[in-house]
């Protein structure tokens, strides 16, 4: 819920991919800064593989352009070593009502948030050493789509840096990125003469994905003045996700998202209190690379009896990482230091031999056969005899194929690319990459 008390300076976060959903970030962007008070962000990662960011800072009466250079190659590094000390700056000015972040298409909102709660700001001038949101406050993340080119955006599986906005070795997908843009939105503006059909199931995939972000669709984002888009974050419901970062173990169905079929559009919820078996559901993971739009959730490896694991796909990407481990693993010390509402969920489905080990996925599909899904990964459980050796002789179990191998973690890696803690990319077949 919204604190009408807090005197944090609100931050608006502008997503949107190249394009016409880029164009309408950049309107918005244009649109805001002419409101008194309102400072306006933009890095420019357009030259980033000669090494350079432009920082553009825009206020209704004026615009100023600054060159960086890369902090140690790292782009989340630069923009953490000039954007979070700004954003403290900014706030101190009386004159600074609002600060709106138009984000590059290659930089994460979510990620980004994160980085705003979490990473410390020091060497600020008459501030205490601390994470920037002492000082702001994240008021919405409105995403812009292309509503002609973002599904087909969501399901593919080209590499972000085969687009255009990415540095050769980032190994992120369209899909990722394109998901993850309306996964995190509190808002949408939808662009573009949508066929009607089109339309449709387009507005069923984004109802799943961001339950209960008010929507603007627009044929053209120079029809979008200031007090439409004042409307659209108005609107905005005092419980909305705000720049929160969920971990691996908060509730997957996120909002109140439909669970009926629409236009073919469905959330797919699949649970099991028994392991998968590590070759047959690395197998079975073909299943969520055609007709899906995204899946994620906690899995429980036979194998790896003491680690939670963490899946999401998105399109014909997946990337597959350790979130720490089951409450059943841990010493009576960790488990009192592990969340309480993880705790009192965990106790409710508590299992005598297994404890809170389980599976539990949510897949949302446009073009798939539900069943098929659920038949494939029933199929990668392991059976009854199976399960016998799991609980009886963990020791043979260990020698059992496991594709999903070890995990690792760039040290430069942002931390909340993902609920796991380190994480490996795969492609659609599901062999690291």
Same mark, same amino acid.
């Given at each position: 819920m919204l604190d009408q008390s807090d005197r944090r300076t609100p931050v608006v976060l502008l997503a949107g991919f190249a394009g016409p959903a880029m164009t309408g970030v950049e309107h918005i962007a244009a649109v805001l800064s002419e409101d008194a008070g309102t400072v306006v962000v933009h890095h420019d990662l357009a030259e980033l593989r000669e090494? *350079?960011?432009?920082?553009? *800072?825009?206020?209704?009466? !004026?615009?100023? /352009?600054? +060159? =960086?250079? @890369?902090? %140690?190659?790292?782009?989340?590094?630069? &923009?953490? $070593? #000039? &954007? &979070?000390?700004? @954003?403290?700056? @900014?706030?101190?000015?009386?004159?600074?009502?609002?600060? +709106? @972040? $138009?984000? #590059?298409?290659?930089?994460?909102?979510?990620? =980004?948030? %994160? $980085?705003?709660?979490?990473?410390?700001?020091?060497?600020?001038?008459?501030?205490? #050493?601390?994470?920037?949101?002492? !000082?702001?406050?994240?008021?919405? +993340? =409105? /995403?812009c789509v292309d509503g002609n080119q973002w599904l087909a955006d969501a399901t593919g599986d080209e590499a972000l840096a085969d687009r255009g906005p990415a540095s050769a070795d980032d190994e992120r997908t369209v899909a990722q990125v394109a998901v993850g843009q309306v996964d995190f939105a509190d808002a949408l503006v939808v662009l573009g003469d949508v066929e009607p059909l089109d339309r449709e199931r387009l507005g069923a995939v984004l109802a799943r994905l961001a339950p209960g972000a008010p929507t603007a669709w627009l044929d053209d984002a120079s029809t979008f003045d200031a007090m439409e888009i004042g409307a659209l974050l108005t609107r905005v419901p005092a419980d909305a996700r705000r720049g929160r970062v969920f971990d691996a173990h908060a509730p997957l169905l996120r909002g109140q998202p439909p669970l009926s079929t629409d236009c073919g559009v469905s959330i797919i919820e699949f649970a099991a209190r028994r392991p998968f078996h590590p070759a047959r559901l690395h197998e079975a993971l073909d299943v969520l690379f055609d007709g899906v739009v995204t899946a994620r959730g906690r899995i429980w490896l036979a194998t790896q009896p003491e680690q939670v694991v963490w899946l999401e796909s998105a399109g014909g990407g997946l990337r597959v990482g350790g979130a720490g481990k089951w409450l059943a693993a841990m010493t009576p010390e960790e488990q009192a230091e592990a969340d309480p509402a993880r705790r009192a969920m965990a106790a409710l489905g508590w299992d005598d031999r297994f404890g809170d080990r389980d599976v539990s996925l949510v897949i949302l599909a446009h073009d798939a056969d539900p069943t098929e899904i659920r038949h494939a990964l029933h199929w990668a459980l392991v059976e009854d005899d199976e399960l016998l050796l799991v609980d009886r002789a963990p020791e043979r179990v260990a020698r059992w194929e496991d594709p999903f191998g070890e995990w690792h973690e760039d040290p430069c890696a942002d931390p909340a690319e993902a609920p796991a803690a380190a994480s490996e990319r795969t492609n659609p077949r599901g062999e690291t990459a």
């Open positions: 090494g *350079v960011v432009r920082r553009t *800072v825009r206020t209704s009466g !004026n615009v100023t /352009t600054t +060159v =960086l250079e @890369l902090a %140690h190659g790292c782009v989340s590094c630069t &923009l953490r $070593a #000039d &954007l &979070l000390p700004m @954003l403290c700056t @900014l706030a101190a000015r009386e004159s600074v009502r609002r600060i +709106v @972040l $138009a984000l #590059d298409p290659a930089i994460e909102a979510e990620a =980004l948030c %994160h $980085a705003i709660q979490t990473v410390e700001v020091t060497g600020v001038a008459d501030r205490v #050493d601390g994470p920037s949101a002492r !000082n702001v406050r994240i008021e919405a +993340v =409105l /995403t």
